[in-house]
C-alpha cells in the first residue's frame, strides 16, 4: 500500500504552528512534526526537514528554505547578469547536495529552467559553464524527467564542443547518466542523437583520466539498464549491441583497464560495464581474443579486491558458453596462486561461486574429479549451511559434481488440497 504524502508547505505549516501556538523551541517543534507525520503513515523522503530561514537578519517575514533562497538568487543573477552568478551557482549546487528533498523542492519551484539557462548562456567562459553543469548534474540526480529536448540537445552540443576539455567532459557525462538511470525515453532520445559514440570517445581520448573513464563507463553502462518501471519493453540489449559493433565498446573498455591496472575503483566499474555488454557468444569471445581475459586472471592471481569485481564478469563469460574460457581455466590448475577453488573461497558466502563451479561441470564433465579433489563438496556444503540464498544453486553444483544431494519435497498433497 502506498504511503501517503504531502507538500511541503502542510509540513512548514505545521512546524510553525508547534513554534506559535505551543511554544516549542525550532528542534522540538520540528521533532514533533515529524513524529506526528510518520505515526501517520506519511511519506517523508521528499520534505525537507529544517524549519524555514529569513533571507536576511533585517526581517523575519518570507522566511523559506535555503536552497530556495539560493535559487531566488540565482534568478537575480541571471536576468542582471550580474557578476554574483557563479558564486550562485556553488551555493545552489551545495544546497542541492545535501539530498534529494532538496532537489524534489528545488525543482518544484521550477529549478530546471532556471539552471538550464544559465548553462546556455555560459558560452565560452568554461568557469561559469563547469558551475552551472554541476548545478544541473546535482539538480537531476534522482529526477531524470526534469531533462526536456532542449535540454538534451544541450548536452550533447556540450559533450562534442568540449570533448579535449577533461573536467566539462566528466561533467556533462555525470549529468547524462544522472538523466538516464531510471528513465528510457532519455536513453533512446540520447542514444538517437549519438551519445554512445561521444561516450566511448570520451574513454578512449582521456584514457588516462580515472575520473572521466569512471563516469563514462558507468553512463556506457547505464545505456543497457532495463530499469524503468514505466516502459514494459526497454532497449537494454540493443544499446548493449550498438555500443559492442558501432563504437567498438569492447576494447574500449579492455583498453582502458589496462591503463589503470592498480585503480580498484576504476576497474570496477569498467568490469562491471564490460559484464553488460557480454551479451551475445561472439561478444564474450571478443572480450577472449582483445586480451580481456588473460588481464583479468592477472588481476585475480595478484589482487585480493579485484578478485571480488572481476568474478561477477567471469561467471557471465563462462554462462554465455565461451569453450576458450575452458581452455583457459585449465591453465589456471598450473598457477598455485589461482584455482577454482581458490575462487570459490575468496567468495563462499556468494551464490555466484557455486554457479561458477556448476557451469564449469555443467559444461566439461573432466572438470569434476578435480573440482572434488580440491574439496568442492565440502566448501560447498558450507555455503548451504551458512547462506539461504544459495540453496538452489549450491545443490545444482553439487549434483552437477556427481555428489548426493538431498532434495527436499516442498509439499505431497497428503494434507489437503490447495482449496482448503
Known amino acids: 500500500m502506498a504511503k501517503r504524502r504531502i507538500t511541503q508547505e502542510t509540513f512548514d505549516a505545521v512546524v510553525r504552528e508547534n513554534i506559535d501556538e505551543f511554544e516549542m523551541d525550532e528542534s522540538e517543534a520540528l521533532r514533533e512534526a515529524i513524529e506526528q507525520f510518520e505515526s501517520q503513515g506519511v511519506d517523508l523522503s521528499s520534505i525537507v526537514k529544517a524549519v524555514p530561514k529569513a533571507s536576511s537578519e533585517e526581517t523575519t517575514e518570507d522566511q523559506t528554505h535555503e536552497v530556495l533562497q539560493a535559487l531566488e538568487s540565482l534568478r537575480t543573477a541571471l536576468e542582471s547578469s550580474s557578476t554574483s552568478m557563479l558564486a550562485d551557482l556553488k551555493l545552489f549546487t551545495e544546497q542541492c547536495s545535501l539530498g534529494f528533498a532538496q532537489r524534489y523542492l528545488a525543482a518544484q519551484k521550477e529549478a530546471y529552467p532556471t539552471i538550464l539557462s544559465c548553462c546556455q548562456s555560459a558560452d565560452e567562459d568554461k568557469q561559469k559553464l563547469s558551475a552551472a553543469l554541476a548545478a544541473l548534474s546535482a539538480l537531476t540526480d534522482g529526477q531524470p524527467d526534469l531533462l526536456d529536448a532542449e535540454g538534451q540537445g544541450f548536452l550533447i552540443g556540450t559533450l562534442r564542443t568540449h570533448q579535449e576539455d577533461p573536467a566539462l567532459t566528466c561533467l556533462a557525462?555525470?549529468?547524462?547518466?544522472?538523466?538516464?538511470?531510471?528513465?528510457?525515453?532519455?536513453?533512446?532520445?540520447?542514444?538517437?542523437?549519438?551519445?554512445?559514440?561521444?561516450?566511448?570517445?570520451?574513454?578512449?581520448?582521456?584514457?588516462?583520466?580515472?575520473?572521466?573513464?569512471?563516469?563514462?563507463?558507468?553512463?556506457?553502462?547505464?545505456?543497457?539498464?532495463?530499469?524503468?518501471?514505466?516502459?514494459?519493453?526497454?532497449?537494454?540489449?540493443?544499446?548493449?549491441?550498438?555500443?559492442?559493433?558501432?563504437?567498438?565498446?569492447?576494447?574500449?573498455?579492455?583498453?582502458?583497464?589496462?591503463?589503470?591496472?592498480?585503480?580498484?575503483?576504476?576497474?570496477?566499474?569498467?568490469?562491471?560495464?564490460?559484464?553488460?555488454?557480454?551479451?551475445?557468444?561472439?561478444?564474450?569471445?571478443?572480450?577472449?581474443?582483445?586480451?580481456?581475459?588473460?588481464?583479468?586472471?592477472?588481476?585475480?592471481?595478484?589482487?585480493?579486491?579485484?578478485?571480488?569485481?572481476?568474478?561477477?564478469?567471469?561467471?557471465?563469460?563462462i554462462v554465455n558458453k565461451v569453450r576458450s574460457v575452458v581452455?583457459?581455466?585449465?591453465?589456471?590448475?598450473?598457477?598455485?596462486?589461482?584455482?577454482?577453488?581458490?575462487?570459490?573461497?575468496?567468495?563462499?558466502?556468494?551464490?555466484?561461486?557455486?554457479?561458477?563451479?556448476?557451469?564449469?561441470?555443467?559444461?566439461?564433465?573432466?572438470?569434476?574429479?578435480?573440482?572434488?579433489?580440491?574439496?568442492?563438496?565440502?566448501?560447498?556444503?558450507?555455503?548451504?549451511?551458512?547462506?539461504?540464498?544459495?540453496?538452489?544453486?549450491?545443490?545444482?553444483?553439487?549434483?552437477?559434481?556427481?555428489?548426493?544431494?538431498?532434495?527436499?519435497?516442498?509439499?505431497?498433497?497428503?494434507?489437503?488440497?490447495?482449496?482448503?
Open 327 to 420: 581452455s583457459c581455466i585449465q591453465n589456471l590448475q598450473k598457477n598455485a596462486k589461482l584455482n577454482y577453488i581458490s575462487l570459490f573461497t575468496l567468495l563462499v558466502t556468494q551464490k555466484q561461486s557455486c554457479m561458477l563451479l556448476r557451469n564449469l561441470v555443467a559444461r566439461t564433465r573432466d572438470f569434476s574429479q578435480p573440482i572434488l579433489e580440491m574439496g568442492a563438496e565440502a566448501l560447498i556444503g558450507q555455503a548451504l549451511a551458512s547462506h539461504r540464498d544459495c540453496g538452489d544453486v549450491g545443490r545444482a553444483a553439487l549434483r552437477d559434481l556427481g555428489c548426493q544431494v538431498e532434495l527436499r519435497e516442498l509439499w505431497t498433497g497428503n494434507k489437503g488440497s490447495l482449496a482448503n
Open 173 to 317: 557525462v555525470q549529468t547524462v547518466r544522472h538523466c538516464c538511470l531510471k528513465h528510457e525515453q532519455n536513453r533512446q532520445d540520447l542514444v538517437k542523437a549519438g551519445v554512445l559514440r561521444l561516450l566511448a570517445g570520451a574513454i578512449t581520448k582521456h584514457v588516462k583520466r580515472p575520473e572521466v573513464v569512471k563516469e563514462a563507463c558507468i553512463a556506457l553502462r547505464v545505456m543497457t539498464f532495463d530499469d524503468d518501471v514505466r516502459v514494459p519493453f526497454g532497449h537494454a540489449h540493443e544499446h548493449a549491441k550498438m555500443i559492442v559493433l558501432e563504437q567498438n565498446g569492447l576494447k574500449v573498455i579492455v583498453e582502458a583497464a589496462k591503463a589503470h591496472p592498480e585503480n580498484m575503483s576504476v576497474l570496477s566499474e569498467l568490469c562491471a560495464t564490460l559484464s553488460r555488454l557480454a551479451v551475445r557468444n561472439e561478444f564474450c569471445q571478443d572480450i577472449v581474443d582483445l586480451g580481456g581475459l588473460k588481464f583479468m586472471m592477472t588481476l585475480l592471481a595478484n589482487s585480493l579486491d579485484c578478485q571480488v569485481i572481476i568474478l561477477v564478469l567471469f561467471v557471465d563469460i
